[in-house]
Structure formats: C-alpha cells, structure tokens
T-cell receptor, first 114, second 113 residues
Framework: NAGVTQTPKFQVLKTGQSMTLQCAQD?????MSWYRQDPGMGLRLIHY???????DQGEVPNGYNVSRSTTEDFPLRLLSAAPSQTSVYFC?????????????FGPGTRLTVT | AQSVAQPEDQVNVAEGNPLTVKCTYS??????LFWYVQYPNRGLQFLLK??????LVKGSYGFEAEFNKSQTSFHLKKPSALVSDSALYFC???????????FGKGTMLLVSP
C-alpha cells in the first residue's frame, strides 16, 4: 500500500490564484482530514470527512473548500490564495480501532503564497 | 472546548539521559490521548496512545507515556535518550466517536551527543 499520498510536495502561488491540493489513500479508510501546520501553532483542523459525500468544517475552514466523491480521494481547494495561507498542509486518513481512530498522515504539501 | 498544552517549546537533553516531554489537556469527559513525532521535512508518525486501562502506555522506539487523570497530564518519557530522537513532538487529544485530533503546539526535542 502507498498509504496516504499528497501532491504536489511544494507549490508557490500568487495572491488571488486558486489551486487544489490532492490527497489520496489506498487503505479504504472511511475518515479523512486536512490539517495545516504553522510554526508555534501545532496542527489545526481545516475540514474533515466521515465518508464519501459527507464533509464538515474544522477549526480554520475559511478560504478552503473540500469534497469527497470517492472513498479514496479528498482534495482541498484554495479559492483565492492569501499570504495567510502560507503553511504546510497535511492530509490524514483514519479508521476506527479499539474505540479510537488510528490516524495516518501524508508527507505534506508546503505552500507559499506571495 | 478541548485543548492541549505543551508548556515547553524546546527540551534539551544529553544522550543517555532520561527525557520527559510534557503535555496537559483540558477536556470534559474521558479523552483519548496521543503522541506523534515529526522528523524534519516529514509527516507525522504515531508513537503511542492512551484509550483506557493501564495508565502507563508503551509505544514505538522505546517511548512511554503516563496518563494522570488528577493532574490532566500525559507526559512522554524515555529512559535513555538518543541523538536520533531529536525531532518535533506533538501531543493530541480526541474523544470516542470523533475521527479528528486537537493538537498541542509541539515541543522540539534536542538530544546532544
């Protein structure tokens, strides 16, 4: 299994541009999430999905859209990039095990908005 | 609202010495607690978790953590640090029925030779 894959690894955008960060998992996990990591702030939840066709907002959803048309894919769309969205983005998938959810993280996408 | 605090931005320890990375949480109900490690330019790797049962949890790479309900703490420990343990460590909390995590800000562990 490839696990959780993310593309691209690096991206530079200009303010106002839009783009989609791709995330895919081949473990048939029902749950997927997007987090952003900023220095001194840990990881913060952007959006998550509990199954195909079901998504919900996390702690910092503004400026981002998601959809989940298949179990495998969970793309994150930046509608109009802003410098405040410069960050490292991690996608995670999870399944329920022993009463909790085992989270598997992708390698991340480093985004710079100029 | 649930929250996780990691009071130390950085922990310095000499190789061979014991290490502790602190984590406290503020939640209502019974939390699920996790530790993750991040090496430079890498994703997060799972170390260990506490769900229920024995308060001392053993995880990967010789790490362990102790759940203390009265002090609302879940400190990460290792008896003998290695230089290769140098990394960024995150404590996280979740609850039964929730598939997402709330993370602390992270603690950089630096182990000197």
């Amino acid at each position: 299994n490839a696990g959780v894959t993310q593309t691209p690894k690096f991206q530079v955008l200009k303010t106002g541009q839009s783009m989609t960060l791709q995330c895919a998992q081949d473990m048939n996990h029902e749950y997927m999430s997007w987090y952003r990591q900023d220095p001194g702030m840990g990881l913060r939840l952007i959006h998550y999905s509990v199954g195909a066709g079901i998504t919900d907002q996390g702690e910092v959803p503004n400026g981002y859209n998601v959809s989940r048309s298949t179990t495998e894919d969970f793309p994150l769309r930046l509608l109009s990039a802003a410098p405040s969205q410069t960050s490292v983005y991690f996608c995670a998938s999870s399944y329920r095990a022993s009463g909790s959810y085992e989270q598997y993280f992708g390698p991340g996408t480093r985004l710079t908005v100029t | 609202a649930q929250s996780v605090a990691q009071p130390e931005d950085q922990v310095n320890v000499a190789e061979g010495n014991p290490l502790t990375v602190k984590c406290t949480y503020s939640v209502s109900g019974n939390p699920y607690l996790f530790w993750y490690v991040q090496y430079p330019n890498r994703g997060l790797q799972f170390l260990l978790k506490y769900i229920t049962g024995d308060n001392l949890v053993k995880g990967s790479y010789g790490f362990e953590a102790e759940f203390n309900k009265s002090q609302t703490s879940f400190h990460l420990k290792k008896p003998s640090a290695l230089v290769s343990d140098s990394a960024l460590y995150f404590c996280a909390v979740s609850f039964s029925g929730y598939s997402t995590l709330t993370f602390g800000k992270g603690t950089m562990l630096l182990v000197s030779p």
